[in-house]
């Protein structure tokens, strides 16, 4: 079984989604670190015990990874807006046995004091046009969230659309029971991140 793990926020600079992110929610980010296997940096926010919301954009000081980024961050442009969902399992393998075609193969990745496997499709980019979610086992005790001061942010509710909404949801229902899910039927894929913050309700799509 799957649990939300963290939503991520694709940003095509990381100064650029930190102001509108920020602006958003009305809280600030906090430090994150830099992917060096993928290239990539973020920032990170606290959505309550076990949750959290990562800002994440290419890193422009880093080597090229010579492969496709996740969350297809190469091909991403526009504003700052939810690009990937990320679920957590205890048995990744399992996870991804049961799941569509191209959900990626693990990855042994690091940052810090975390460790984790994440599946990670061969071409970036994740079922269903990105709305399935990457799939992630924590290795260890140690989960970011965590370490994150908590700014009264909570996720209370996560909106996907696509055109071939029965399929995304009859691909997710054996693997994940989560009340704040919505697959909604839309003519082009997108997610929307509904929060509760300490400014009201507010939304990221």
């Known amino acids: 079984m799957l649990s939300f793990d963290h939503l991520a926020i694709g940003a095509e600079a990381l100064e650029e989604g930190v102001q509108a992110v920020e602006e958003a929610l009305g809280v600030p980010l906090e430090p ?3 992917h060096p296997t993928m290239g990539t940096h973020n920032r990170l926010l606290s959505l309550g015990p076990g949750e959290y919301l990562e800002l994440i954009a290419i890193d422009p000081d880093a080597a090229g990874p010579g492969r496709p980024r996740w969350f297809a961050l190469d091909e991403f442009a526009g ?43 061969d071409t970036g980019l994740l079922p269903f046009a990105g709305l399935y979610p990457a799939l992630i ?19 209370r509710r996560l909106v996907l659309g696509h055109p071939e909404a029965g399929a995304l949801r009859a691909a997710l229902a054996p693997l994940i029971d989560e009340p704040r899910l919505a697959v909604t039927l839309s003519a082009a894929p997108h997610i929307a991140a509904e ?11």
């Not at 990744?92 to 990670?120: C, E, K, N, S, V």
């Not at 086992?137 to 996720?155: F, I, N, Q, T, Y």
Request: aromatic fraction near 6%; include cysteine.
């Open 32 to 34: 994150g670190g830099r």
């Open 79 to 121: 504003p700052p807006r939810p690009c990937a969902w990320i679920a957590r399992t205890a048995a990744l393998m399992t996870a991804l046995a049961r799941a569509p075609a191209g959900a990626g193969q693990p990855h042994a990745l690091t940052r810090g004091d975390y460790a984790w496997d994440m599946a990670i499709p």
């Open 137 to 155: 086992a924590w290795k260890g005790p140690a989960h970011p969230a965590d370490a994150l001061p908590d700014r009264g942010v909570r996720l």
């Open 195 to 205: 929060f509760d913050t300490p400014r009201g309700a507010r939304v990221l799509a």
